[in-house]
């Protein structure tokens, strides 16, 4: 029974003892408006104060007065070891200088893919055309087989840009440069053989730009 009256006693005791704390007795910072703020001086680095206006606290750096914030914005997290990132020869110090240097790369990376080399049947020569579309299209629409039964996204013909990068300039050229070759909006390639290899067969380079 003593020990019961013991433990209500103590619950009593720390109860009237919250109670009885005030307001006024908190440790606080020193309260100044924006004017007041900018215009002190002699401010030691680290000082912090709650100022008035914004009714935010700020501390004093280096760089003179800043908001004391805890919401790890991208600009406020630092990196460990600053990088040059975009290689303009300037490390980038934090997150947000990181994504905004790294996002122009990545969506320009992001928009060109590389069909397969198509095969150019050669053996004849002559004005000929092939549709680049169409062979990306068979290729990348019906795969052979696949992990998982979830379909390639395809482009359609006018949400791409076409290019051919490589091409045997002795096939489709006089030996020193392509002639007669071009490609229209719709992925159609107009090309001249002038020159049969010896296996019949030519390869060219495409890539697609998504628009």
Same mark, same amino acid.
């Given at each position: 029974?003593?020990?019961?009256?013991?433990? /209500? &006693?103590?619950?009593?005791?720390? *109860?009237?003892?919250? @109670?009885?704390?005030?307001?006024?007795?908190?440790?606080?910072?020193?309260?100044?408006?924006?004017?007041?703020?900018? $215009? @002190?001086?002699?401010?030691? /680095? !680290?000082?912090?104060?709650?100022? *008035?206006? %914004?009714?935010?606290?700020?501390?004093?750096?280096?760089?003179?007065?800043? %908001?004391?914030?805890?919401?790890? +914005?991208?600009?406020?997290?630092?990196?460990?070891?600053?990088?040059?990132? +975009?290689?303009? &020869?300037?490390?980038?110090?934090?997150?947000?200088?990181?994504?905004?240097?790294?996002?122009?790369?990545?969506?320009?990376?992001?928009?060109?893919?590389?069909?397969?080399?198509?095969?150019? +049947?050669?053996?004849? *020569?002559?004005?000929?055309?092939?549709?680049?579309?169409?062979?990306?299209?068979?290729?990348?629409?019906?795969?052979?087989?696949?992990?998982? @039964?979830? #379909? /390639?996204?395809?482009?359609?013909? &006018?949400?791409?840009?076409?290019?051919? *990068?490589?091409?045997?300039?002795?096939?489709? $050229?006089?030996?020193?440069?392509?002639?007669?070759?071009?490609?229209? +909006?719709? !992925?159609?390639?107009?090309?001249? /053989?002038?020159?049969? #290899?010896?296996?019949?067969?030519?390869?060219?380079?495409?890539?697609?730009?998504?628009?």
């Amino acid at each position: 029974m003593r020990k019961v009256i013991v433990t /209500i &006693g103590l619950f009593i005791l720390c *109860t009237v003892a919250k @109670a009885q704390i005030e307001g006024t007795s908190l440790p606080s910072l020193p309260s100044l408006t924006t004017a007041e703020m900018n $215009g @002190a001086i002699g401010v030691y /680095i !680290g000082s912090s104060i709650f100022n *008035t206006n %914004t009714q935010k606290v700020y501390r004093f750096t280096s760089t003179g007065w800043v %908001t004391n914030t805890d919401n790890q +914005d991208a600009s406020e997290v630092l990196s460990d070891n600053p990088v040059d990132v +975009d290689g303009d &020869g300037d490390a980038e110090a934090n997150v947000e200088e990181m994504i905004q240097s790294i996002a122009p790369i990545t969506a320009a990376s992001g928009r060109i893919f590389y069909p397969p080399s198509i095969a150019i +049947d050669a053996s004849v *020569t002559g004005s000929f055309t092939v549709d680049l579309y169409q062979a990306y299209y068979d290729q990348f629409a019906s795969p052979v087989v696949s992990s998982e @039964a979830v #379909p /390639i996204p395809v482009y359609t013909k &006018g949400e791409l840009y076409y290019y051919v *990068t490589e091409a045997d300039i002795d096939v489709f $050229g006089d030996g020193s440069v392509v002639q007669n070759m071009s490609v229209n +909006d719709n !992925g159609v390639l107009s090309y001249q /053989i002038f020159n049969s #290899p010896v296996d019949y067969n030519s390869l060219i380079n495409v890539v697609f730009v998504v628009k």
